[in-house]
């Protein structure tokens, strides 16, 4: 493909680092998808930010690699291997998490996707895409509010992984669609139980450099019958104002300025950085 979409190594200088009190070792950030992607860059971002976190995945070998990246950029990461469909696994988690200090944030981030119109997208795809994409962001918000309630302050954030398709729904991507509206809507009711206190938002972005972009171009491109390099130019990036892909970290830096004292009026909102995408679309 002319259009280079591998991910990007993450360097200390593309990490936003901020001062906050809370960012500290003694405050626990779980991140789910952690083994790749997004959920890597947020793992490490958070660790270089002097947060505890914790990376969950059903991906030993990737989680271990993000594992051993975030400590190398200077921050304290444990890894747990997670099957986020299974509640026993999230529950488990959790627990663990609650051993190495105050859960204070939590990143929503796991996702899969299917191309697939309606009328033929398999129900078995269906049910583990809600499973993972809606039902675990719920479960695990459900599982830690009381431990942010049970913090020094009774504060904490939680940030959902949202889309451009959570805010428009485009072809042969239903279910993902469906996921990434619930994001908006789980957050706005997190806020709205909250009372200030809990706050939660989520993060709409465009195409990222990740593999889950990678991976959909072949069935984009026998979907639509165009060429993969058209998937990209026409598809992806066509009603983006900016032509690039975003990087992972860039999307991570978003989940640490939504988890910050900078972000105290983010409660229940939505950080719509793509491109133009929404409004152009």
Known sequence: MAFD????EIKKSDILILADKDFNTNN????TGAGSGIGRATCIAAAANNIMTVGLDIDEKGGKKTQGLARKAGGQMIFIKADLTKDEDLERSVKESAKLGN???LANIAGIQHIDSVENFPMAKYDLMMRLMVRAPFYLSKLTVPHMKKSNDGTGAIGNMGSIH?????LNKPVYNISK???RALSQSIAAEGGGKIRSFSVSTGFVKTALALNQIPSQAKQRGITPEQ???DVMMGKSRIKEMMSP???GNLFIFGFSRFARYLNSGDLLFDGGVVLTY
């Open 166 to 170: 959570a805010h428009i729904s485009t």
């Open 5 to 8: 979409i591998r991910e990007p």
């Open 181 to 183: 509206f619930s994001m």
């Open 28 to 31: 626990v950030c779980i991140v």
């Open 103 to 105: 859960i204070k944030y």
């Open 231 to 233: 998937v990209v130019t």
């Open 249 to 251: 970290v860039e999307v």
